[in-house]
């Protein structure tokens, strides 16, 4: 049925039939790996979700050893980043020497201790040891979870399915936030159990990355895995034959080969847009969240992040159905300026608000406006891009050191609020990260490619003519 097809064909470049190939097989394993695989990222949203209720409740816990005052529960809501360091160090060079299902394996043994401590918490150091501990595996997963969907899908799909993953996230943190009012918060972690419970006894089921096999000279494994993923025979040859070609010359990287022009330049735009990812000023709209909500109305500490976190959830949706079909630049840039725009409207109510009472529905219209922008871009397409730019050969410590700027920003970001709150006031931090995301704008404009409908093996080729 597809001879006329095959025979048009046969004059495009290899990588392009290499592509139409691959588009002809099935993706349903890749699809159900993928599916396997997020629970890892679900527990992290799950993480940060927690933390609103859990502090709420431990700032009136009942006994005196686990309550936690205001700077208290500053350092157990920020803790967790401090762990994902951590973990994102040690998840560089775990996706290199055990594989990347292997991280992802690993990734869930932090988090099933993390949640069984703070179940079992009697005290404060307790309380910090098990955000900490929780935080090391939500750092391997966020890795290496990316690094996982990226190498398993299809070109067709792999924005797709990498939306998918910042969809769990959103997931985990909605499941957070709505368990948070239904439950206290030791039994609220010991919920937290359940994803990485799912991880350990499943994911041994799932195939290993193709590419991975292959740089480990392991080819009927490679094969192996790809007819798992594929589903069928038809094509994998080629697609195995094409990802061989890429890794010829790649053997054994160099630390002075790590900072040349092809290897260097994508884990600079890596660093970069997860960096922007935390800059762009989520958290101002999530510290506000509260403060926002009850002004018009909604009073219940607990429910205030619910709103903007189902619009986060709807923005990913959309997410996993678009980023395939306009491609990563043109989300990313539009976003960055819907959230500028959002964040600048934010900052003038703000301003205005005690004079003018009626202009609530002004703070949750920009507040529900920009998780919207940030859900449908800037939460899955910097991980998406972070695994498709980043060589194999340098992945895993590409990817570790972009996993690190994600963190270090958002620690910064998390640490530095109130200071920038009482400098320049709520409308003056609202402003300085409307700013911030302008120039988020003009990184994507400037300076980053397009990736959507390209083999990993194109893209990184593309990096080899940058000047």
Request: net charge negative; aromatic share 12%; proline share 4%.
């Given at each position: 049925?597809?001879?006329?097809?095959?025979?048009d064909?046969s004059?495009l470049?290899?990588?392009?039939?290499?592509a139409l190939?691959?588009?002809?097989?099935?993706?349903r394993g890749?699809v159900?790996?993928t599916c396997?695989?997020?629970?890892?990222?679900?527990?992290f949203?799950y993480?940060v979700g927690?933390?609103?209720?859990a502090?709420y409740?431990?700032k009136s816990?009942l006994?005196?050893?686990?309550?936690?005052d205001?700077?208290q529960?500053s350092?157990f809501s920020s803790l967790?980043?401090?762990?994902?360091?951590?973990?994102?160090i040690?998840a560089?060079p775990?996706?290199?020497?055990?594989?990347?299902k292997r991280?992802?394996?690993?990734?869930?043994i932090?988090?099933?201790l993390?949640?069984l401590?703070l179940?079992f918490?009697n005290?404060?150091?307790?309380?910090?040891s098990?955000?900490?501990i929780?935080?090391i595996g939500?750092?391997?997963?966020t890795l290496?979870?990316?690094?996982y969907?990226?190498e398993?899908?299809?070109?067709h799909l792999?924005g797709?399915?990498?939306?998918v993953n910042?969809?769990?996230?959103?997931s985990?943190?909605l499941?957070?936030?709505?368990?948070g009012?239904?439950?206290?918060?030791?039994w609220l972690s010991?919920i937290?159990?359940?994803?990485?419970?799912l991880?350990?006894?499943?994911?041994p089921?799932?195939?290993?990355s193709?590419?991975?096999y292959?740089?480990?000279?392991?080819?009927g494994n490679?094969?192996r895995?790809?007819?798992?993923?594929?589903?069928?025979q038809?094509?994998?040859q080629?697609e195995?034959?094409?990802?061989?070609?890429s890794?010829?010359?790649?053997?054994?990287?160099?630390c002075?080969?790590f900072f040349t022009?092809?290897?260097?330049?994508?884990?600079?735009l890596?660093i970069g847009?997860l960096s922007?990812q935390q800059?762009?000023?989520?958290?101002?709209?999530l510290?506000?969240?509260a403060d926002i909500?009850s002004?018009?109305?909604l009073s219940?500490?607990?429910?205030?992040?619910?709103?903007l976190?189902?619009v986060q959830?709807?923005?990913?949706?959309l997410?996993c159905?678009?980023?395939?079909k306009?491609g990563?630049c043109?989300p990313?840039?539009?976003a960055?300026l819907?959230?500028?725009t959002s964040?600048i409207g934010?900052?003038?109510?703000?301003?205005?608000?005690?004079?003018?009472a009626?202009?609530?529905?002004?703070s949750?219209f920009?507040s529900?406006?920009?998780?919207?922008?940030?859900?449908?871009a800037?939460g899955?397409?910097?991980?998406?891009?972070?695994?498709e730019?980043?060589p194999l050969?340098a992945?895993?410590?590409?990817?570790?050191?972009?996993?690190?700027?994600?963190?270090?920003?958002?620690?910064?970001v998390t640490k530095?609020y109130?200071?920038?709150?009482?400098a320049?006031g709520d409308?003056g931090?609202?402003?300085?990260y409307a700013g911030?995301?302008c120039?988020a704008c003009?990184?994507?404009?400037l300076l980053?490619p397009?990736?959507k409908g390209?083999s990993?093996?194109?893209?990184e080729?593309s990096?080899q003519v940058?000047?």
């Amino acid at each position: 049925m597809d001879t006329e097809e095959n025979e048009d064909n046969s004059t495009l470049p290899y990588t392009e039939q290499v592509a139409l190939l691959t588009k002809r097989t099935s993706a349903r394993g890749s699809v159900f790996a993928t599916c396997i695989a997020v629970f890892g990222t679900l527990s992290f949203g799950y993480c940060v979700g927690y933390s609103s209720p859990a502090s709420y409740d431990l700032k009136s816990a009942l006994n005196p050893a686990i309550r936690l005052d205001n700077s208290q529960e500053s350092w157990f809501s920020s803790l967790i980043a401090i762990g994902a360091l951590f973990g994102c160090i040690i998840a560089g060079p775990a996706v290199d020497l055990l594989g990347r299902k292997r991280a992802i394996i690993v990734g869930a043994i932090p988090l099933e201790l993390g949640w069984l401590l703070l179940f079992f918490a009697n005290n404060r150091p307790m309380l910090y040891s098990g955000r900490v501990i929780t935080g090391i595996g939500c750092g391997i997963e966020t890795l290496a979870v990316a690094v996982y969907i990226t190498e398993i899908s299809p070109a067709h799909l792999r924005g797709r399915l990498g939306s998918v993953n910042m969809l769990a996230v959103t997931s985990g943190m909605l499941l957070g936030y709505c368990a948070g009012y239904l439950f206290y918060w030791d039994w609220l972690s010991l919920i937290g159990c359940i994803p990485p419970a799912l991880v350990l006894l499943l994911m041994p089921w799932m195939p290993e990355s193709p590419r991975w096999y292959l740089e480990k000279h392991q080819k009927g494994n490679a094969l192996r895995s790809l007819l798992w993923l594929r589903g069928t025979q038809f094509g994998i040859q080629e697609e195995c034959l094409s990802t061989e070609a890429s890794l010829e010359h790649h053997q054994q990287m160099s630390c002075k080969e790590f900072f040349t022009g092809p290897v260097i330049k994508p884990v600079i735009l890596s660093i970069g847009l997860l960096s922007f990812q935390q800059f762009c000023g989520i958290n101002v709209v999530l510290f506000n969240a509260a403060d926002i909500f009850s002004k018009a109305g909604l009073s219940d500490a607990k429910l205030a992040s619910l709103p903007l976190t189902a619009v986060q959830l709807i923005g990913n949706v959309l997410a996993c159905l678009l980023v395939d079909k306009i491609g990563r630049c043109i989300p990313l840039w539009t976003a960055a300026l819907g959230m500028a725009t959002s964040l600048i409207g934010l900052g003038v109510y703000f301003e205005i608000y005690e004079a003018v009472a009626s202009i609530s529905w002004l703070s949750i219209f920009c507040s529900v406006l920009f998780c919207f922008f940030y859900s449908l871009a800037w939460g899955p397409i910097p991980w998406i891009v972070m695994g498709e730019i980043i060589p194999l050969r340098a992945r895993g410590l590409g990817t570790g050191l972009s996993t690190v700027a994600c963190w270090v920003t958002l620690f910064l970001v998390t640490k530095t609020y109130v200071t920038l709150d009482e400098a320049l006031g709520d409308q003056g931090v609202c402003w300085f990260y409307a700013g911030l995301c302008c120039c988020a704008c003009g990184f994507v404009v400037l300076l980053l490619p397009e990736t959507k409908g390209r083999s990993l093996e194109e893209i990184e080729s593309s990096f080899q003519v940058l000047p």
